[in-house]
């Protein structure tokens, strides 16, 4: 029993790292319709940028070193998303081709310039210890960096929710999630609201990083291409554009992998998550959700 | 009468379709105009192209006012309403939300639009997607006349309703008449005749007739020949 509950928790907590990275682009597919394969890079110049600043902080304690670091790896994550959405995205918008060849060609060469500059190896990274450390419930000894993950997706979850439905940038997005042409067409410049999901998407995928930082204990250069193939998935499994849809997929494809991983064979996770994909594209080819996939 | 929207050469091509072959009109300020013709020859897209929904040349002077190369928000926050073919109302949102978000500026009119719509703030928390067609063209009518615009391009706001329903829709498009200038793409002739007072009529993307509203409709050879339809006292 314990064990189950141990790989609940943790599958759970997987999750949320997933939730994290997918909801940012589920959000600009379903407004923008772009396929943003750069979504990746945003995660790993949000975890290097948490590193960089906390390596370079020298003289106080760990946990005050690491909120600073976490808030500039935040900072560096969103300002970065704008950046591309404003040079690169923008010019194409409705060419969708060109922006999964340029999206593409980002993630790679983002990855690639983090790796020339401080190397292949994964950055150990410091972190409060209670993070390091795990608490028991019913006999399963849950680590506490899934409470944090999952504190984290759940503050997130709640907050896009809120600011979806309480503002009015939340009212065009959801607008425009359904007919962007006809926002534009009640006198609304649908641009800021592009640039703000955009924005949005950095900050929460840079909130992944530095999170998966804490998770694998190490900055990695390549994590964010790795974890954005199951970023994907949720999205596509959840409905793209849905935020429920995603957050319900994540948890469905973090338990999956959990328990396939533990019960089946150790490797078979990743697979079972691919099964699981087809299965709902067969049964409901719109996604969990309903938005068409 | 002074022209409140001038267009001069207007070209659009759709694909390998050029479906605005250079269309030149003028719609006088106050009142409507219908732009009429058989399906087909440009008259959604004639106003796709003055909102700047689709991409065009030549030009377009809103009260003296080039705006053939602004993009489509700044040209309804310069006065210029809108209500699509097939409504458009946002399915996921409901139609509190859907006037909110037409909302311009602080003087939204939403007694106005209550007045001409009662059932509109009835249903205020109902998802539009969950109304019937007529309340759904109603919620798009009402969008464009929440704010106080200079000039509204309406296409074909009668299409699929029920009679009872045209006629409300009619009454509205006479009050907003009223209220502003109004360019109506409509196929009901009845409606046509009852609130137009000029007509431009639209053949294979260019203009082949331009006069009063009543003149044209009261020649059932003109009507036959441009309209390809019958008489409209047939349709009303």
């Known amino acids: ?293 | 009468m002074a022209s409140l929207l001038s267009v001069r050469d207007l070209h659009v091509h759709l694909g390998e379709s050029h479906v605005l072959q250079g269309i030149e009109f003028d719609v006088a300020e106050g009142g409507v105009t219908a732009l009429l013709g058989r399906n087909g020859v440009g008259k959604t897209t004639t106003l796709r192209a003055l909102i700047g929904l689709v991409d065009r040349r030549g030009s377009v002077m809103l009260d003296g006012e080039e705006i053939v190369r602004a993009p489509t928000h700044a040209i309804v926050r310069r006065g210029v309403g809108y209500v699509p073919e097939d409504r458009e109302v946002f399915a996921g949102l409901t139609v509190r939300e859907n006037l909110r978000l037409a909302e311009r500026n602080g003087r939204a009119r939403y007694e106005l639009v209550y007045e001409l719509f009662p059932e509109l703030e009835q249903r205020g928390r109902q998802l539009a997607g969950t109304l019937s067609g007529g309340q759904q063209q109603m919620l798009a009518i009402a969008r464009a006349l929440l704010n106080d615009n200079r000039v509204l391009l309406v296409d074909e706001p009668t299409k699929g309703l029920a009679p009872a329903l045209v006629t409300e829709v009619a009454d509205a498009l006479t009050r907003a008449s009223e209220l502003t200038t109004v360019l109506l793409v409509e196929q009901n002739l009845g409606v046509v005749q009852r609130v137009a007072r000029d007509a431009v009529v639209l053949d294979t993307g260019r203009v082949v007739h331009i006069g009063p509203a009543r003149e044209l409709l009261a020649s059932e050879e003109m009507v036959h020949r441009m309209l390809g339809v019958g008489h409209a006292g047939d349709r009303a």
């Open chain 1, 1 to 293: 029993m314990s064990t189950f509950l141990l790989l609940t928790i943790t599958g759970v907590g997987l999750g949320a790292l997933y939730f994290l990275i997918a909801s940012g682009l589920s959000l600009i597919y379903g407004l923008m319709g772009v396929l943003n394969f750069a979504h990746g890079a945003f995660l790993t110049v949000g975890a290097f940028g948490m590193w960089f600043v906390e390596s370079k902080l020298g003289g106080i304690g760990v946990l005050p070193r690491f909120l600073i670091a976490s808030l500039a790896g935040l900072v560096v994550g969103g300002v970065f998303a704008v950046l591309v959405e404003l040079v690169l995205i923008r010019p194409l918008y409705r060419r969708h081709i060109e922006q999964v060849l340029v999206t593409v060609g980002l993630g790679l060469a983002a990855t690639a310039l983090v790796v020339a500059i401080w190397g292949n190896d994964a950055r150990p990274v410091a972190y409060p210890s209670w993070l390091g450390r795990t608490t028991t419930i019913a006999g399963a000894h849950v680590p506490n960096d899934r409470w944090l993950l999952i504190a984290a997706a759940a503050v997130v979850l709640v907050g896009l929710t809120t600011f979806l439905k309480r503002t009015r940038y939340g009212l065009i997005i959801r607008a425009g999630v359904e007919n962007r042409a006809m926002v534009t067409a009640l006198g609304i410049d649908v641009r800021k609201a592009f640039t703000l999901v955009f924005a949005l998407g950095g900050v929460v995928a840079a909130l992944a990083g530095i999170l998966g930082n804490v998770y694998f204990t190490t900055a990695d250069p390549n994590r964010g291409t790795s974890l954005l193939i199951f970023a994907f998935i949720v999205v596509v499994i959840g409905g793209l554009g849905s935020i429920r849809g995603t957050a319900v997929a994540s948890v469905v494809v973090g338990l999956v992998q959990q328990y396939a991983n533990y019960y089946a064979s150790s490797g078979l996770g990743d697979l079972s998550v691919v099964l699981l994909l087809g299965l709902v594209l067969l049964a409901r080819p719109r996604g969990l959700s309903g938005a068409l996939a």
